[in-house]
């Protein structure tokens, strides 16, 4: 994962960096920038968010975003008896505290999606970017 140029990163942001930097080795892809970036940028919110749900709305560090593939992949597999075509192109970055996931591409999209916990139909699309479903978080407003 590149360094984000335009982002002072203290000394906590940077052990997370590094950590994330070993989950890619686990999960066996590169977190794309349209996560990474705004992620970095956004920690602090990610932070909050995660400690006022007190539940994983979005991954604040690595180890849970490794547990969130593995969770949407067992959950996944409880419901069809292999993954879905499009995981290969997606990761998960948070729970929606019903059984559902959000979302992101690898590459390619800055969109945040949501998986419904049924996982029959493709994830929809709940905030244009990175940021704005940050915000969504924050004011409670997701689909």
Known sequence: ?????????????????HRFHIAELS????LPVEFW???????QRVAAIAAEH????????????????AGATEAALCVHEQMPDWWSAAFA????????????????????YIMDSDWYEPPR???ADFDAFLTA?????LP
């Open 1 to 17: 994962m590149p360094p984000c140029p335009n982002v002072s990163l203290p000394a906590d942001c940077l052990i997370n960096h």
């Open 27 to 30: 999960l066996g892809f590169q």
């Open 37 to 43: 970036h705004p992620y970095e940028a956004g920690h």
């Open 54 to 69: 007190g539940e994983p709305l979005v991954c604040d560090g690595p180890q849970q975003l490794l547990d969130l593939q």
């Open 93 to 112: 970055i948070g729970e929606t505290g019903d059984g559902g996931y959000f979302m992101m591409k690898r590459s390619g999209s800055a969109k945040v």
């Open 125 to 127: 699309v709940a905030a």
């Open 137 to 141: 978080l924050e004011n409670e407003d």
